[in-house]
């Protein structure tokens, strides 16, 4: 079964300055999706970022990207300028390829907070 | 397009009740994907329709089910409701269950067993 690990718990960055978010997974498989989900208070899942497997060059959406160490089986995210928005849980989750469903394995989740 | 809908989003039950939970996906949406998040456990997936049949199920005792209508609404149900059933029940759509479609969550419903 695949797990996904997010060690850091809470993590703290001054606006306008740039954070890390680490995630780890463990998989046999070796062609799989990989996401950054942001919950902010409100609670509504949004789609960060994404990243396929099979592609090594890493994802970017604005200010965010990905480190993805695919031996290493490590998927970091990066956030840019950071602002006061940016607060909220950010969950890394894993969905296998094709064919086998939507079934994504979440993280324990990180506590973004901004400080102005 | 409006996004996914969930009904109803707060809810207070008793302990041994059952619950019926709604969502309403994305229109031209087929999977529909259901998921529990508790403090302790976090996000774990319960299971997944597309086009009427549940495609994965995840390790949840048999008092969760689900079921999906078609016009791929679908609905979960809990019997016999244990405290430990209190949490934010998540669903998420895609136009099909290949993983290159995006998922779109909706805005939960939060469950509360006493």
């Known amino acids: 079964a695949q797990t996904v690990t997010q060690s850091q718990p809470e993590m703290s960055v001054q606006e306008a300055e740039t954070v890390t978010l680490s995630c780890t997974y463990d998989t046999s498989e070796s062609d799989y999706y990989l996401f950054w989900y942001k919950q902010p208070p409100s609670r509504q899942m949004i789609l960060v970022i994404r990243?396929?497997?099979?592609?090594?060059q890493n994802a970017t959406e604005n200010r965010f990207s990905v480190n993805f160490q695919k031996a290493a089986k490590s998927f970091s995210l990066k956030i840019s300028d950071s602002q006061l928005g940016d607060a909220a849980m950010y969950f890394c989750a894993y969905r296998r390829t094709n064919n086998a469903g939507n079934m994504l394995t979440f993280g324990g989740g990180t506590r973004l907070m901004v400080k102005p | 397009k409006a996004g996914v809908t969930q009904t109803p989003r707060y809810l207070i039950k008793t302990r041994g009740q059952q619950v019926t939970l709604s969502c309403s996906p994305i229109?031209?949406?087929?999977?529909v994907s259901w998921y529990q998040q508790t403090p302790g456990q976090g996000l774990q997936f319960l299971f997944e329709y597309f086009s009427e049949t549940q495609r994965n199920k995840g390790n949840f005792p048999g008092r969760f089910s689900g079921r999906q209508f078609s016009n791929s609404r679908s609905e979960m149900n809990v019997s016999t409701l244990e405290l430990g059933d209190s949490a934010l029940y998540l669903c998420a759509s895609s136009l099909a269950n290949r993983g290159e479609y995006e998922q779109y969550f909706g805005p939960g419903t939060r469950l509360t067993v006493t």
């Open positions: 229109s031209g949406h087929r999977s």
């Open positions: 990243q396929e497997a099979y592609k090594q």
